[in-house]
């Protein structure tokens, strides 16, 4: 057992919790309570009712979650709102959520651990969102062909739009949705994007501007940061975890 505060604080710090503003509704940090104390650790990518009952009926009770709660903003405590939070409080489980910290981390987010599997090493922060970057940019040695076979390997879902190089020379990584990185990759010297997805309008400024754009899905992409932070806490205070899994196809 271990204090529930105890593991708020120390995600709070490993994540730079403080150090981002993040999009209106994503209220990092924890966001439900429980009695105090956990016993099992849990990661899920998106808060709902499924994730939280699949999490309480396998003994979860401290659950990290990439997208939380409050994205809708004020609603009232009714329908499937309330089952939301009744199935938390019925089970004692509580819910950490760290979006952007987590996409950004130079170590366990989402980005920087795309760029590992395919065996690059990121160097440069990208994509600036209030005076934090998000997204990292690695060089690469790789054609083009080959990362393709690469994410086919480790993704269900690949949509490549392959109007650049076919030998690229840098690589950004967006996990999620990529829509804000495409504008910016000209003038940051990239030539290929990996991302999770995109608007059917980035299809022709790729051919227009010679990029390659590489879809994942926005829910594969961002498996990666809860995973290695619920892992990480798992290792540190000697207590179980798992992944809850919803088989999100997009």
Same mark, same amino acid.
């Given at each position: 057992? /271990?204090?529930?505060?105890?593991?708020?604080?120390? &995600?709070?710090?490993?994540?730079?919790?403080?150090?981002?503003?993040?999009?209106?509704?994503?209220?990092?940090?924890?966001?439900?309570?429980?009695? $105090? %104390?956990?016993?099992?650790?849990?990661?899920?990518?998106?808060?709902?009712?499924? *994730?939280?009952?699949?999490?309480?009926?396998? $003994?979860?009770?401290?659950?990290?979650?990439?997208?939380?709660?409050?994205?809708?903003?004020?609603?009232?405590? +009714?329908?499937? /709102?309330?089952? %939301?939070?009744?199935?938390?409080?019925?089970?004692?489980?509580?819910?950490?959520?760290?979006?952007?910290?987590?996409?950004?981390?130079?170590?366990?987010?989402?980005?920087?651990?795309?760029?590992?599997?395919? $065996?690059?090493?990121?160097? %440069?922060?990208?994509?600036?969102?209030?005076?934090?970057?998000? $997204?990292?940019?690695? *060089?690469?040695?790789?054609?083009?062909?080959?990362?393709?076979?690469?994410?086919?390997?480790?993704?269900?879902?690949? /949509?490549?739009?392959?109007?650049?190089? +076919? /030998?690229?020379?840098?690589?950004?990584?967006?996990?999620?949705?990529?829509?804000?990185?495409?504008?910016?990759?000209?003038?940051?010297?990239?030539? +290929?994007?990996?991302?999770?997805?995109?608007?059917?309008?980035?299809?022709?400024?790729?051919?227009?501007?010679?990029?390659?754009?590489? &879809?994942?899905?926005?829910?594969?992409?961002?498996?990666?940061?809860?995973?290695?932070?619920?892992?990480?806490?798992?290792?540190?205070?000697?207590?179980?975890?798992?992944?809850?899994?919803?088989?999100?196809?997009?």
């Amino acid at each position: 057992m /271990v204090l529930l505060q105890t593991l708020v604080d120390y &995600c709070d710090k490993r994540t730079r919790r403080s150090a981002f503003k993040d999009f209106p509704g994503a209220h990092n940090g924890l966001q439900v309570a429980n009695d $105090g %104390r956990v016993t099992r650790i849990g990661a899920a990518v998106d808060a709902g009712l499924v *994730p939280f009952e699949t999490a309480v009926a396998r $003994g979860v009770d401290f659950l990290v979650v990439h997208h939380g709660l409050f994205w809708g903003g004020v609603q009232p405590l +009714t329908g499937p /709102v309330y089952g %939301r939070f009744s199935a938390l409080v019925r089970g004692n489980c509580a819910v950490y959520s760290s979006h952007l910290p987590l996409d950004a981390h130079e170590e366990i987010g989402n980005n920087v651990l795309l760029a590992r599997q395919l $065996g690059l090493k990121p160097r %440069r922060p990208f994509l600036p969102h209030e005076h934090e970057c998000i $997204g990292w940019i690695a *060089p690469n040695k790789y054609k083009r062909s080959q990362l393709c076979a690469r994410l086919e390997e480790l993704y269900p879902r690949v /949509v490549s739009i392959e109007c650049g190089p +076919t /030998v690229p020379k840098q690589v950004a990584f967006c996990s999620g949705s990529g829509n804000s990185a495409v504008p910016q990759l000209l003038a940051a010297g990239v030539d +290929t994007l990996i991302t999770g997805e995109l608007r059917e309008e980035w299809f022709n400024y790729a051919q227009e501007h010679k990029l390659n754009l590489i &879809c994942c899905g926005h829910y594969a992409t961002e498996m990666h940061g809860v995973k290695a932070l619920a892992a990480e806490l798992a290792k540190k205070f000697r207590l179980p975890w798992e992944f809850i899994e919803t088989e999100n196809p997009l």
